[in-house]
Every structure is written in C-alpha cells, then in structure tokens.
C-alpha cells in the first residue's frame, strides 16, 4: 500500500477564498503479480489510481477509522511510504508588485518512513527520496535512487519485459556484487585429500601427528598405518567409490581410520550409535553402506549393524604381496566423494550430503592460507564426527605439519575438564559452537593469548565476541552449510567488535546475495544468500528433486553450480556480508541444524498428537530452548512424558523438544500456512501437577529455587527430573556451578539426568556432614560408568 497526495476540494463553491494546501492522502493498494509486464503494472497502476481519485474527497483520517487497526504510534497507519508527483508548469510567475519563484523547502523531518517525490520541470523528471535516518542509512538510500534511476530506463525501453525481471543495475554492478575469495596462494599437490597430508608427512616424518589421551602417533607412522588400512580394505572387498560406515572411538586412531578410508578410494558415513535405531537403519540404506569400519566392541557402544563390521585393529594388521597393487587401484582423484554427512531434513528423515575430495581439498587450502598454523601448533579437536566441522579439526593440522589432538566425548562435554585439556595439550588452535565457547567461559575458562579460536555453526553473540576477542590471540566468525563444505565465508573478529557479520568468501568461493529470481540484489539489501564456488558439494544422496530445487546452474559461471543456502543476508557498505536469519524454520540450537519440519513429522506421526508447530525460544538465562506447540488429539490431554518418549526413539536427544505447550489451534497466516510469528512466547512455566509432592527439606527447597530460577518453571516437585523439564547440557553447567557456589558440592552431568530433585537433594544432604565436601562428592560425579559416555552424547554432543 502506497499513499500518495491528491488536491482535492478546491472547486468547491466556498473553497474558492479560503487559504490552505486543499490535500488529501490516498492509499493505493497495489497487487502486481509477478509474471506480468511492465505495461501490465503500469495499467495497474494506473486502473488503481483513477479508481481512488473517485474517492478522493474521503478523508484519509476517516478511512484510517472505519480500519479500526490496532494503532502502532512508531508508524503513520494503513502505509509507510509515499509517492508523489507534480508537475512545475511555470516557476517564474508574477503578480503586480511582486515576482515570484519556487524554492526548495529544507526538510529536516519526515512524516512517513519513505517518501518519493518525482517532479516534472519542463521536460526533465527528477526523482527524490526522503527517508527517516533512523530507519535508513544514507548510503543505502543513494543505491537505491540509482537502482530506481537504472530501473526506470530498462523498463520504458521495453514494457513487454516480466516487471520482475527488469535488472536493478548495471551488469558490472551486479558482476561487483558477486564477491569472491582470494585464490589460493599456491598449486595444492596431488589430487585426493590424502595427497595433501603425504605431503606435510614427507616433510615432517618424525614430528607427531596426532595425539590423545590415550597416545600419539608420527607423521610417518599416520601414513604408513593408514595405507595399511587402506589395502586392508581393498583385500576386505571395499571397492573404490564405495560409501562405508564409521563409529570409531575418539582417540589418536580416528584420523588414522578416515584417512586409510580415503585412502581406499572410500567415502565415509558417521554412523553415531546414539542414533534411535529407526534413523540409523534410514541412513544405512539410503547409503547403502555394506562395511562398517569400527574399533567398537557391542558393549563398547558399537551400533548395530546388518552389513559386515571391519574392525580397525585387523585392518592395521597383517600385509600382502598385492598391497601395492590395491593401493593403485583405489587411489583417489579430486572428483571422488570423501564422505557422506547426514543432516536433520524437513520431510522426517535425514538428507545426506554428498562431498567430494576436491572440495575438502578447497576448504583445507583455504584455511591453510588464512591461518598461521604450521609445525609447533596443536589444534584440540573436539567435534563429533557427526557433524562436518570435523573434518576441518582433524585434517587441516595435518596439511600444515602441525598436531591433532582428539578430545574424548567426555572431556569435551563438561567446561571444566575441556579447560584444562586444552591447557594441557597445549592448543594454539581451537573450534567450536558458540555454545561451547559460552561454556567454556561460564566455566572459568580465562582463554588463552597463543590460541587462534574458530567459531561457527550458529550466529556469534556480540557480547560473546568480545569476551573470546579479548581472552585469545585471533578470533574467527566461520559461516556456511554442509552443502558448501563446512565454511564459505570468514570474518576476522577485530579487538573490541561493535558489529558481528560474517565477513568474506574464503578461497575459491563465490557468494551473491539475491532475490526470489536469483537476481543479486543491490547492496544493503536484503535478500538469500547463495554460495558458489570449490566448495559446492555434489547434492543429496539418491534425491534429484531436492538436489536439483538446491543446487542450481550459476547463471554468472558456465558449468558452476549455486547452492541455496535459505539464509538471509545483505552485502554491507565495507563490502562484508551480514547474516539476517532464515528463509524457512531451519533451526539452530546449541550449534545442532533442526528444520522443524522434522520435529514436527515425528511427533505428527504420534496418536496424541492433531497438529504440531516447533520452534525455538529463549529461556530465562538467554538460553535456547526447542518447544513444540502442540494441538492435542481430541479428547486427549497433552502428555510430554509420553510425548518425549515416543520421540527418544524417533530422533536423536537434541532433537526432542524441551518443553510442549498445549494450544487450541495453531495460528495461521492469510494463505493459511502455519504463522511462526504468531505462535506464543515461553512464559514462565507452572509445572504443578496432581501429583507434586512441594520441598520439605531446607536442601530440597535450596535446589528447587535453584532449578526454578534457570529453568524459568514454578510449582516443582520433589519427584522431578531436571531433564524432564526441559534442562539441556549448558543448563545443568549453569546449575551445577550454582550449587557448587552455594554449597560447596560439586555435581557432575549425570546428576541431573539420574535424579530427581529429592534425590539431588539427599546428594548433597549426604555430603554435608563430611569434612571435605567437595572430595566426598567427586566420585558420584566424575566416575563414570562405562555407558556414561554414550548417554552424554546422545544428549550433549552431536555437534562438539
Ligand atoms: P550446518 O549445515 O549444520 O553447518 O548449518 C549451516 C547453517 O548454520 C547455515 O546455513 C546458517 O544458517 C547457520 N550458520 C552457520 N555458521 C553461522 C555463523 N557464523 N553465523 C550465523 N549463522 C551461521
């Protein structure tokens, strides 16, 4: 809807003699579609304009109150922006006495937040656009004079043209607006990903490789393993180009397992046994994996399998004559895939995303040349091979002759011990989650001025920037998507942030930001971020549809491929792109990638269930939290216990939402989609039910008004779980530190997921009497039991 100002009234016998402008404001509603032409609009237009004229003596404040719309007093009602046309027939007109010329009038406020006034001065048209500067910055406003300017000359040359095709700039601008990266600063060798740690192992040989708790191995001993590994596979029946499954523990022989499979001509899968049975069966027959490689025993946690398991131990041992000779034969080339990773997809089921040597080769390169690491650096690897970001931890210290250095699950979940791991292993190089990051610092962790820290996967808070930024020697915003190979672009963090973006192209990459035609969009404007490049991956495994609806022909590169990211940017005026959210309700939370979509299929397909909406919301310590809006099945009353049940066997632990919320209907948009926007904040949660038992004790109380205060919920009982509530792995870091503070017991993880808040509260009733609290309280919660770890995962990290 767009106002513009009609005269009005001045034939009025009466109007004749009385002073004043004589102007009303009419609001033309305008509904092009997207198809027609320019002259289609322009009819349009036109039809819409003549048609409110005929109403123009309406006022426009009586048009406002038959609306009756909710008044918002930060905008003018019914449009926010203006147009209007005059026409200057003679600026130099007289009067007896008196001569007489039109001067510009300096405005210095505005009425509405946009406002374009076209002029007609015998013959020449000026445009000009008052705009409130708080809304817009100047430079924004002079592109988009000049994209208007470029638009009107396309369209009068050719009015047959699709309105929403005509090109906002010139084809250098837009050329200007796909940014791309640097090149790479030199030829890579070889032509697999192997080729390029050989090449570091050959000028390194004695240095170590990689390390762990458990041991370390050399840069000539890594290939030489690994090759062995290698044939073993090849002697096992692993044919080149074969997709095989990996759960191989975290220690120094993880990197060495990825890499004999790559060096087989092999790609591999993540299979992560804490993965409901259900979802783990899909990813093994959408991948038609036939090997499993594993270190895992089936008490140790090995999934399980139907195809053949190659244990790691036998595939290190034992050569043949003919190794050299399978070693030839799988040898792996740029255009081989490398691995398969699974992510969460909106119809239910995991999509799995198909990566290729060449574009991990990219990425590793890119980082290389972006990073000063090199031999003497350690970089402590924390991630799930779950998740892509892995793949960057465990192979780009090996390309530089630096050290990997795996950390265990269970290090890597609880801020305290991965503090002093990283001390202890000496890492000058570091990625995580900003999550992880955050726990880290709300562990007490005082950073470290030698250490280089990545951060990605999810928007890096501005507050979180400035404590890592301050705490370390470098800190990097890593943006991009799986289907880009782990990051497309980087931004350096500078000493006291006052902006976060996620900056440029890395290496070989090229990023636009466009509209719904794939048109870039002038800079400042908002629009999808798409990314093209080395680091596209090939698609998704078996599905051509969705392949094809993602990956689309660069339309500015013959023969390259886009991928559509579904995220939302802008080019900024330093030429640094800014990160503006989602498309679609792709979520993320605590690093981990949910499309809603898959939540809610799952929990759709339960009998309690009619409809289902998820989302994410912030809890009372800023927190995020997954709740699913549900609307029960008739005649039934919404269960959460049975809820999450029914979803722990569907989808992995971060995927069940915290909490869910009973609501009669879902709120719906005009076209009658779900309508996100609408559905309700996370208010503070009344969790009393018929059967809670209140706290009696002085430490049942204690922990009650300690779990209440960061799980945002009244009313709790004694028979409560924190999990149950809603807790999650940062809140129980939170909580536990609370407790320790106020009572001098420490609590571990487990804590939180076996007891109830009675138990909790016996715990620590039970260490009170000793003289060392802190002593007595340790083994319940730093022994684990050897499920422990598994059960941590399945909860904490699927993405660190
Ligand atoms: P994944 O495929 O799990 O790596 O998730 C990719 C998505 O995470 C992107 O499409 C973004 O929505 C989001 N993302 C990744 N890194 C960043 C970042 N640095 N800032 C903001 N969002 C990010």
């Not at 609009?41 to 039809?47: D, G, Q, R």
């Not at 996100?676 to 904040?681: A, E, I, N, V």
């Not at 909790?760 to 039991?785: C, I, W, Y």
Request: hydrophobic residues 40%; contains cysteine; proline residues 6%.
């Amino acid at each position: 809807v767009v106002g513009t100002p009609a005269g009005t009234g001045r034939h009025h016998v009466g109007a004749e003699q009385s002073l004043g402008p004589y102007i009303n404001t009419l609001a033309l509603r305008l509904r092009p579609e997207a198809d027609w032409s320019f002259a289609q609009v322009l009819e349009h237009v036109t039809t819409k304009t003549r048609a409110a004229i005929e109403h123009a003596e309406v006022p426009f404040e009586e048009v406002v109150a038959a609306l009756s719309l909710p008044r918002d007093f930060s905008r003018t009602p019914v449009f926010q922006t203006l147009f209007a046309f005059r026409r200057i027939e003679d600026d130099g007109w007289t009067i007896p006495g008196l001569s007489a010329a039109i001067e510009p009038m300096a405005q210095t406020t505005i009425q509405t937040d946009l406002c374009c006034w076209i002029t007609e001065d015998d013959g020449r048209i000026n445009i000009e656009l008052e705009y409130s500067s708080a809304l817009f910055e100047k430079r924004l406003v002079a592109n988009f004079l000049q994209a208007l300017q470029h638009y009107l000359a396309q369209a009068t040359t050719d009015c047959s043209r699709p309105w929403m095709r005509i090109p906002l700039q010139r084809e250098a601008e837009s050329a200007a607006l796909q940014k791309a990266g640097p090149q790479l600063s030199g030829e890579l060798p070889g032509a697999s990903v192997t080729d390029l740690i050989w090449s570091a192992a050959a000028a390194h040989p004695t240095e170590i490789a990689v390390s762990s708790a458990d041991g370390s191995i050399t840069y000539a001993d890594l290939r030489q393993r690994s090759l062995q590994v290698a044939a073993n596979l090849g002697r096992a029946g692993v044919k080149k180009g074969e997709v095989v499954g990996l759960a191989v523990a975290r220690s120094e022989r993880l990197p060495l397992a990825i890499l004999g499979l790559l060096q087989a001509g092999a790609a591999y899968v993540p299979l992560d046994p804490e993965l409901p049975s259900d979802r783990l069966r899909h990813i093994e027959s959408d991948s038609g994996i036939r090997y499993l490689v594993s270190d895992l025993t089936a008490e140790g946690g090995a999934p399980a399998f139907a195809g053949q398991i190659l244990y790691l131990d036998a595939l290190e041992s034992g050569s043949g004559p003919d190794d050299a000779q399978l070693l030839r034969e799988c040898q792996p080339g740029e255009g081989d895939l490398a691995y398969l990773m699974y992510t969460s997809g909106s119809t239910g089921v995991p999509k799995g995303v198909e990566v290729g040597h060449g574009q991990v080769r990219n990425l590793l390169a890119a980082f290389g040349d972006l990073l000063s690491i090199g031999r003497g650096d350690v970089l402590a690897a924390i991630t799930t091979v779950s998740f892509d970001i892995s793949v960057l931890e465990l192979l780009l210290p090996l390309c530089a002759g630096a050290r990997v250095h795996v950390v265990s699950e269970r290090l890597a979940a609880d801020g305290r011990l991965l503090m002093e791991e990283i001390e202890q292993c000496g890492a000058t190089c570091m990625q995580a989650t900003p999550a992880t990051w955050r726990m880290l610092l709300d562990a007490g962790w005082k950073g470290s001025s030698n250490l280089q820290v990545l951060c990605g996967g999810e928007a890096l808070p501005l507050t979180l920037a400035s404590e890592l930024r301050q705490s370390c020697a470098a800190l990097f915003n890593v943006y991009g998507p799986t289907e880009t190979t782990v990051w497309s672009s980087v931004a350096r963090v500078d000493e006291n942030p006052t902006a976060i973006d996620i900056g440029q192209p890395i290496a070989n990459t090229r990023i636009y930001v466009v509209d719904e035609h794939l048109a870039p969009v002038p800079s400042g404007v908002e629009g999808e971020i798409v990314i093209g490049g080395d680091g596209v991956a090939f698609g998704y495994r078996g599905q051509k549809a969705l392949t094809e609806q993602r990956f689309l022909a660069d339309p500015f590169h013959d023969g390259a491929r886009l991928y559509r990211t579904g995220d939302l940017g802008r080019w900024l005026p330093n030429g640094r792109l800014e990160h503006l959210g989602r498309l679609d309700t792709q979520l993320k939370i605590r690093g981990y990638r949910i499309e809603a979509g898959d939540v809610e299929y799952n929990l759709a397909i339960s009998p309690e269930v009619s409809e289902v909406a998820v989302s994410k919301r912030t809890g009372p310590q800023g927190d995020e939290r997954l709740v699913a809006f549900v609307v029960p099945e008739q005649g039934r009353e919404l269960d959460p216990i049975s809820l999450r049940r029914h979803m722990r066997e569907r989808v992995p632990g971060y995927m069940i939402p915290q909490h869910f919320v009973a609501l009669e209907r879902l709120p719906l948009t005009p076209n009658l989609k779900v309508d996100y926007q609408r559905l309700p904040g996370l208010e503070r949660l009344d969790l009393r039910g018929a059967q809670a038992v209140p706290p009696r004790t002085e430490s049942e109380k204690l922990v009650a008004e300690i779990w209440s205060e960061f799980l945002g919920a009244d009313g709790l009982s004694v028979a409560d779980n924190f999990m149950e509530l809603g807790g999650h792995s940062l809140l129980t870091m939170k909580v536990a530190a609370e407790i320790a503070r106020q009572t001098g017991v420490e609590l571990g993880p487990q804590d939180f997921f076996s007891r109830t808040l009675g138990g909790m509260a016996a715990q620590l009733d039970a260490n009170k009497g000793s003289e060392d609290t802190r002593h007595r309280a340790r083994p319940s919660s730093r022994v684990f039991p050897q499920w422990f770890p598994r059960l941590l995962r399945r909860f904490f990290f699927k993405r660190e």
